[in-house]
């Protein structure tokens, strides 16, 4: 199992950003997928963005032009950029590792956007 363990949450006003970071106890090579997931009260946990080995990364629609996920290879760290920020952004967001077809997860970081 890959540990992971988040940074960066915190409160920010709407039209504000935030700077999410997952770091990976492996090689994030050796991961098939690593992506963002958020979860608000009372709403399941939802997909945010995801990157792939090679690079390829996906968008919920929600986020689509606000947040930006990148690599940072040489502290095998996933990164969540989010710009534009929204009351509706407010959730705990976790860090997720698909390898071999099992996941992994971070325990949480809580973003909240004040309106």
């Known amino acids: 199992q890959v540990q992971l363990v988040e940074s960066g949450g915190g409160l920010v006003q709407a039209g504000g950003s935030l700077r999410l970071s997952c770091a990976a106890s492996?090689?994030?090579?050796?991961?098939?997928?690593m992506g963002w997931y958020r979860q608000a009260p009372g709403k399941a946990r939802e997909l945010v963005a995801s990157?792939?080995?090679?690079?390829?990364?996906n968008y919920a629609d929600s986020v689509k032009g606000r947040f930006t996920i990148s690599r940072d290879i040489g502290k095998n760290t996933v990164i969540l950029r989010m710009n534009s920020l929204k009351p509706e952004d407010t959730a705990v967001y976790y860090c997720?590792?698909?390898?071999?077809?099992?996941?992994?997860w971070g325990k949480g970081t809580l973003v909240t956007v004040s309106s």
């Open positions: 997720n590792a698909n390898r071999l077809g099992m996941d992994s």
């Open positions: 492996i090689n994030i090579f050796s991961i098939d997928a």
């Open positions: 990157i792939a080995t090679r690079g390829g990364t």
